[in-house]
């Protein structure tokens, strides 16, 4: 199996420009998640889904962040506008049970 | 507010001898308890956990332990090797959560040869 693929692995972007992410999960997880690192913060759950459904969006930060699950090998993490401060590295990871497994990331910078 | 908190951000420690690297957590409900390992431009790795219902899990020059009255766990990394280099996150589940992993800020861990 390829593990967890996020594309693009660069983003740099100016402020106002809206920002897609991608992940595909590893084949028969049935949970996925978005993460993002800071230096101050570690890693944040952003949202997670459960068989394609949002179960808990409450580490997004603002309105101007949304995620989509349209089926089981596909997800986007959305930012419009982006902004300077959303300047970080976003992981997807997929799970079926508690261990979860994370792509390589998306270091993404906002100019 | 932090849940699970890594108040060491780093730690040196050479070649041969024990990493201890710390985790402590604030909620009661949490149950099963992960470290993981990440190298730079990787993702993070999963490394070894541990369960509540136990004090102790082992794998090779790894183990995990886990104090829950104080609500505190340690992963101990002996003979420490240049290669075990890389940023360590502890993280922490409930049950009632599902599946969603809550993580510390991460240590830093240098092994100097």
């Known amino acids: 199996d390829a593990g967890v693929i996020q594309s693009p692995r660069h983003e740099v972007t100016e402020m106002g420009q809206e920002v897609t992410l991608r992940c595909k999960p590893i084949s028969g997880h049935n949970s996925l998640f978005w993460y993002r690192q800071t230096m101050m913060r570690g890693l944040e759950l952003l949202i997670y889904f459960n068989n394609n459904v949002p179960i808990d969006d409450s580490g997004m930060p603002e309105d101007r962040f949304s995620a989509k699950m349209p089926n089981a090998s596909f997800s986007t993490l959305k930012i419009q506008p982006s902004e300077p401060r959303d300047s970080a590295v976003y992981f997807c990871?997929?799970?079926?049970?508690?261990?979860?497994?994370f792509g390589s990331g998306t270091q993404l910078s906002v100019l | 507010d932090q849940q699970v908190k890594q108040n060491s951000p780093s730690l040196s420690v050479q070649e041969g001898r024990i990493s201890i690297l710390n985790c402590d957590y604030t909620n009661s409900m949490f149950d099963y308890f992960l470290w993981y390992k990440k190298y730079p431009a990787e993702g993070p790795t999963f490394l070894i956990s541990i369960s509540s219902i136990k004090d102790k899990n082992e794998d090779g020059r790894f183990t995990v332990f886990l104090n829950k009255s104080a609500k505190h766990l340690s992963l101990h990394i002996v003979p420490s090797q240049p290669g075990d280099s890389a940023v360590y996150f502890c993280a922490a589940s409930a049950r009632e959560y599902g599946n969603k992993l809550v993580f510390g800020a991460g240590t830093i861990l240098r092994v100097k040869s």
């Open positions: 990871a997929s799970s079926y049970g508690e261990k979860l497994f």
